[in-house]
């Protein structure tokens, strides 16, 4: 596809300094820019690059420009970060979205599918399970019974969606991703650990995103939630009973225990561990690789393990890199002070 600086500008309602007729056919990232490629310059620490690039269109937020003219086609906008989402948006949308019931899915006679709905090749649909609107289903997507699914949600292959489970409107789900797997459940016997069955289900509400290879456990009783807005990267492990709620985002690699209570607009680093059943309270920010084992207030920034405030531990970490020395001059202390007594 080509479009023109100036069709662009048009797009993002940017303001264009240069050729706007320069030709676009594909992007670059900005370090290695090729003729005809169109890229972005948003920060400061990459200013250097409008100059140097060899793209023939950048987007550049107005505060990094002066007077001087450019190689490159400019299109000035406030946010040029924001600007350039708002193209690869466009662009997405552009190219189509498939509709239709591929050879070799399988569909329960009870399961009943929206408009313009797309279910690829190998899927299984069980019964009465409900697709809305514009939903896409890709290859090899398993749907248990009784599963809701909103409006244009996206499934990728291989994900695993279990009995009874919700999954609202606009939500997606990438590969490999399991929702609905029983919860860690056992009881001690003199025999051994008896499995405590898992009843309830998983409820995604609306414009949840799911990164690939998650696990998301379905509630002993009741239902795991996770709330509108959040998002989840990639290998997260969340216990049954978990209830997060919205506009959240949680980066790789971290594990809720079960029952735990998450509030609203949390950042929850890669690594993150948090105990079960306490609760996380609002704009809670936890650093990286944090062991979180009791509740927080409102508005905490928290690190360590077990985390603290994070600039405490950070005060105390001066101390902890110095402790050997710290150590050392305490014995010689010591050893002087004795030596003075026997004086």
């Not at 090729?34 to 100059?51: N, P």
């Not at 009973?241 to 950042?267: F, M, P, R, Y």
């Not at 710290?326 to 030596?339: A, F, G, M, W």
């Amino acid at each position: 596809m080509e479009f023109t600086a100036s069709q662009i500008a048009n797009f993002i309602n940017g303001r264009i300094i240069g050729d706007e007729h320069a030709l676009i056919t594909g992007v670059s990232p900005i370090e290695s820019g090729e003729e005809g490629h169109l890229s972005f310059v948003a920060q400061e620490r990459f200013a250097e690059h409008i100059d140097q690039s060899k793209c023939s269109v950048l987007i550049v937020s107005e505060k990094l420009l002066s007077e001087k003219s450019y190689q490159p086609t400019i299109i000035a906008v406030e946010d040029a970060y924001l600007a350039f989402q708002v193209l690869m948006n466009l662009y997405q949308e552009m190219q189509g979205r498939k509709s239709g019931i591929e050879d070799g899915a399988v569909f329960h006679e009870s399961a009943s599918v929206g408009e313009n709905v797309y279910v690829g090749a190998f899927t299984c649909v069980s019964e009465k399970v409900k697709i809305g609107d514009g939903s896409q289903i890709y290859p090899q997507v398993f749907i248990g019974k009784n599963v809701k699914i909103g409006k244009n949600c996206v499934l990728y292959s291989g994900v695993r969606v279990y009995d009874y489970c919700v999954i609202g409107d606009n939500c997606i789900i990438h590969s490999n991703t399991v929702i609905g797997s029983d919860g860690f459940g056992f009881q001690p016997t003199k025999d051994g650990y008896q499995k405590i069955p898992q009843l309830g289900n998983v409820i995604l509400e609306d414009h949840v995103e799911i990164g690939s290879n998650c696990s998301i456990d379905r509630g002993t009783i009741g239902s795991t939630i996770i709330g509108k807005g959040t998002k989840i990267d990639n290998l997260i492990q969340i216990a049954h009973n978990v209830k997060i709620g919205q506009n959240n985002v949680i980066a790789a690699q971290a594990g809720i225990a079960g029952s735990t209570i998450i509030g609203d607009w949390n950042q929850i680093g890669g690594q993150v561990g948090i105990v079960g059943h306490i609760q996380i309270g609002n704009q809670v920010k936890i650093q990286a690789q944090s062991g979180v084992n009791s509740s927080t207030k409102d508005g905490e920034t928290l690190y360590g393990s077990p985390a603290i405030n994070a600039s405490e531990y950070r005060r105390n970490y001066v101390h902890f890199r110095n402790f050997t020395d710290i150590v050392k001059r305490i014995n010689n202390l010591e050893n002087n002070s004795k030596d003075n007594t026997n004086e």
